[in-house]
């Protein structure tokens, strides 16, 4: 297993403070996940459906928290994975 760090950008961190408490919750578990087993275990878990984005999101991946909100972060660094969370937010569905 190799070591994974996640970082949360300011802009998210003030979005943080908004999010209702059960999603707040979700999000603390995903964390936690991340840093207790790795970023390849958060992966495995299909509830979040994690993905690359895409169009002016590209390089960027997004883990959903529940039907409604989403974690939208990028990796650093191969040896040590460093997720840095910059968004989560209310996601947008395009109909």
Same mark, same amino acid.
């Given at each position: 297993?190799?070591?994974?760090?996640?970082?949360?950008?300011?802009?998210?961190? !003030?979005?943080?403070?908004?999010?209702?408490? =059960?999603?707040?919750?979700?999000?603390?578990?995903?964390?936690?996940?991340?840093?207790?087993?790795?970023?390849?275990?958060? &992966? !495995?878990?299909?509830?979040?459906?994690? =993905?690359?984005?895409?169009?002016? #999101? *590209?390089? &960027?991946? +997004? +883990?959903? #928290?529940?039907?409604?909100?989403?974690?939208?972060? =990028? #990796?650093?660094?191969?040896? *040590?994975?460093?997720? !840095?969370?910059?968004?989560?937010?209310? =996601?947008?569905? &395009?109909?």
């Amino acid at each position: 297993m190799s070591y994974s760090r996640v970082f949360i950008e300011e802009k998210a961190e !003030k979005g943080l403070r908004k999010l209702p408490r =059960h999603i707040l919750v979700i999000f603390e578990e995903w964390v936690r996940l991340i840093e207790e087993q790795g970023y390849a275990e958060m &992966k !495995k878990v299909p509830g979040y459906r994690d =993905h690359n984005l895409k169009g002016k #999101l *590209i390089g &960027k991946r +997004s +883990s959903s #928290l529940n039907k409604s909100y989403r974690v939208i972060y =990028h #990796l650093e660094d191969e040896e *040590i994975i460093i997720v !840095k969370v910059i968004e989560v937010n209310k =996601h947008d569905y &395009k109909i």
